[in-house]
Structure formats: structure tokens, C-alpha cells
């Protein structure tokens, strides 16, 4: 039986837009186009369109001496329930002229604009997925490893050597290294010009494995992220994408509107099985800070400013004082407003009140363990 046709507002020489097949096609281009998708666990319980899922993580066994659970009973099964909930509800709604609907037909206006959605859709999801490995996975800290093969092989050593009650160690089989295109490009460079290296095609995009372990690159990192190694599953991405249903009369218009509709989750869940590489890690970083005067503002008002973005899971904090202070890296510093020496958090406008001619040295820091990371300094001018 043919599909129903699912637009008869607007016809073009006799041709009609089946919706319905093309809500296929942008869902199916979707789960093909993100790397995201590949990765992402789908042993999930529940029906995401209700808006939520479980997952479950099993703990290892144990054995114990011959006879234990005829006393004790037998060990029951560790597997914590770990819900992600669909709660980023987003929209694409594009005006379209009935010109163009007229001109073009609906079917290639429609079949036009699902092709630039999916590409929308599919930034989103990526970008949303390597952001959560960021904030809840590991930084990888290399010390005094130049070369890229062998910070590399270290990152996937460390991941492979995890032990605790869930994990004795990770087969590379399971990884999946996901690179910058300039860290990428590193990588690539250094297979290409290695001895005796026959089984690497250098005039290929891809060489789809280093080591071992799967690789990929992605512009979706977060910026400054060189590289994320994680095992397959470690981050649920529940999506649940609507059809798009028929262009509907703007009011007091001649325009329709074209909208499609999706949600979605995104929750680490084995944060311990992902790490991920940050430019320049192992040494604290330097954040460009400029201190500005607030026009009108009362005497001490000053508008604090970093050019650097933070990166997902840290934050900004400050002190003043007469001069720049010293912070190491890993420091852990005492945030909050209990005491006169204690680490602020920068407000998001970044206006504080400071007295003119004072220093304030501004650091970026762990979200959980408030060890710094970068820091910057700048003289205050106050108004």
C-alpha cells in the first residue's frame, strides 16, 4: 500500500511532499552522521518519548572460600540504577514563503531544509556528548612525554590499567579515542612518517586504529581538548526526534512554517572509564585577565574580563591583593566567602569591587575539587 500523502495544503505540477518518508530519512541521516550515536550506550530500559531512561552498571564478582553462602547466603547483584532524563527540549522553526513553496514544490523545499536540520541536529548531539566526557571523565596529565606515540599510548595505558569494584582492566577492543583535527593531523604525521610502516595508507583520510584502539576525529570537542578516550557506552544520549508534520498558515501571512521538534539526555555513565587530554595539561595554564572600569558606577566597581573560555566542569575564582599571587598547579584553593582569605567565584558579569591600584589574580578550577588549573593576573583601575 502507498503512503499517505501527508501535505495536500500546497501542490507544485501535481507533486506532493511525503512527509513521512522524509521524517525517515532526517532521522535515519541523524543516527548515521553523529559519532556520538556509535558510542553512546543503548542497554537502556523505558521508552525515551516518555521521557526518561534507566540504565544499570553491574559490579564485579567475588569469590570467597568454598561454603561461604551456605552460612551468609550468596552476594546479591550490585547494579545501582542510573535514570537520564530527556530534558533538553529543542526546537528548528523556519519561515517559509508560499513564493518558494509555489516555486520550488513543497517536496524539495522540505527534502532542502531536512538536509541542513540533520546537520544542525547532529552538532548539537556531538557537542552535547563531548562536553558531559569532559565534565565527568578523568584529565589525562602526561609528565615529561614530548612525543605523540608515546602520550598516546600512555592515555590508553591509563584508561586500560583501571581497577575498582566495576572494572579489572579494559581490552582496547573496547576504546575509542576521539582527537582534534590538529591532534588528529599529530598522529597522522607520525604514521606517516615511520619506518617500515607498509600497513598505513597515507593518502587515506582515516587510519581507523592506533594501538588498537578505535580512532576518530571529531571538530565537536570542546575547545582546547586535544583528545577523549573512552570505552563504548560510557555516556547515555537518549534522543527522541518528532516527524514533521504539515507546514502550518502563519496568521495575518502568506508564509508557512516548517518546524521540527526533538529532545533529548546526555549523562556519563562510567566517568571513570573516560579520559580526556587538555592542551598544555600537567602544568597550569595561563588565562588572559583584563580589569576595566564600570562607567557610572559607584567608586571600587570594575568589570573583570578572561579571553579564554572555561572549559566544561571548572570555573572562575579570584582574590585581590597588592600584587600578583603565586598558584601551583593542582592547587587546591579555599573558595567561598566564610573567610577574609578565601577564593571567590567571579560573578558572570564579572563586576566586583575592588580598591584601585590592587591586583586581582583570577584562576580557573575543578567544579569538584577546586584545583587550579590556569590563572591569570591584572592591575585595577577602578572609576
Avoid at 40 to 49: D, I, L, M, V, W
Avoid at 291 to 320: D, F, M, N
Amino acid at each position: 500500500m502507498a503512503r499517505t500523502k501527508a501535505i495536500s495544503l500546497i501542490q507544485s505540477g501535481g507533486l506532493e511532499a511525503d512527509l513521512k518518508e522524509i521524517s525517515g530519512l532526517v532521522i535515519e541521516n541523524i543516527q548515521k552522521a553523529t559519532l556520538s550515536n556509535g558510542l553512546k550506550s543503548q542497554a537502556y530500559t523505558g521508552n525515551p518519548a516518555a521521557g526518561s531512561v534507566e540504565f544499570k552498571r553491574f559490579a564485579n564478582s567475588v569469590s570467597k572460600d568454598y561454603g561461604t553462602a551456605r552460612t551468609g547466603g550468596g552476594d546479591k547483584l550490585k547494579a545501582p540504577p542510573i535514570t537520564v532524563n530527556l530534558n533538553v527540549h529543542k526546537e528548528i522553526v523556519e519561515e517559509a514563503a508560499k513564493f518558494d513553496l509555489d516555486t520550488f514544490g513543497v517536496a524539495n523545499i522540505m527534502a532542502r531544509r531536512a538536509d541542513n536540520h540533520v546537520d544542525t541536529v547532529v552538532a548539537e548531539l556531538d557537542t552535547a556528548f563531548f562536553v558531559e566526557a569532559v565534565i565527568a571523565g578523568v584529565s589525562f596529565e602526561p609528565t615529561g612525554l614530548s612525543n605523540i606515540e608515546d602520550q598516546v599510548e600512555a592515555m590508553i595505558q591509563a584508561l586500560e590499567t583501571v581497577k575498582n569494584d566495576y572494572v579489572r582492566g579494559v581490552p582496547r577492543s573496547m576504546m575509542n579515542l576521539v582527537c582534534s583535527p590538529s591532534f588528529y593531523g599529530k598522529i597522522r604525521n607520525y604514521l606517516d612518517k615511520t619506518a617500515n610502516n607498509a600497513n598505513v595508507d597515507t593518502t587515506a583520510e582515516e587510519f581507523a586504529l592506533f594501538h588498537g584502539v578505535k580512532t576518530y576525529s571529531s571538530v565537536y570537542l570542546p575547545q582546547n581538548i586535544d583528545a577523549v578516550l573512552m570505552i563504548d557506552g560510557a555516556i547515555a544520549l537518549p534522543v527522541v526526534i518528532y516527524p514533521y508534520k504539515d507546514p502550518e498558515k502563519i496568521p495575518l501571512s502568506n508564509d508557512y512554517a516548517v518546524a521540527m521538534f526533538y529532545d533529548y539526555g546526555c549523562k556519563a555513565l562510567t566517568p571513570d572509564l573516560i579520559f580526556f587530554y587538555e592542551k598544555g595539561a600537567g602544568e597550569l595554564g595561563t588565562l588572559t585577565v583584563t580589569a576595566t572600569s564600570v562607567a557610572g558606577s559607584s567608586q571600587g566597581r570594575t568589570k573583570i574580563s578572561v579571553a579564554e573560555p572555561v572549559l566544561p566542569g571548572r570555573k572562575l575564582v579570584y582574590k585581590t591583593a597588592s600584587s600578583a599571587l603565586n598558584v601551583s598547579y593542582n592547587e587546591v584553593l579555599n573558595v567561598g566567602t566564610g573567610a577574609s582569605n578565601n577564593w571567590k567565584e567571579l560573578p558572570a558579569d564579572g563586576e566586583i569591587d575592588v580598591p584601585s591600584g590592587h591586583t586581582i589574580t583570577v584562576v580557573e578550577i575543578d567544579v569538584d575539587d577546586n584545583k587550579a588549573k590556569k590563572a591569570g593576573s591584572a592591575t585595577v583601575a577602578s572609576a
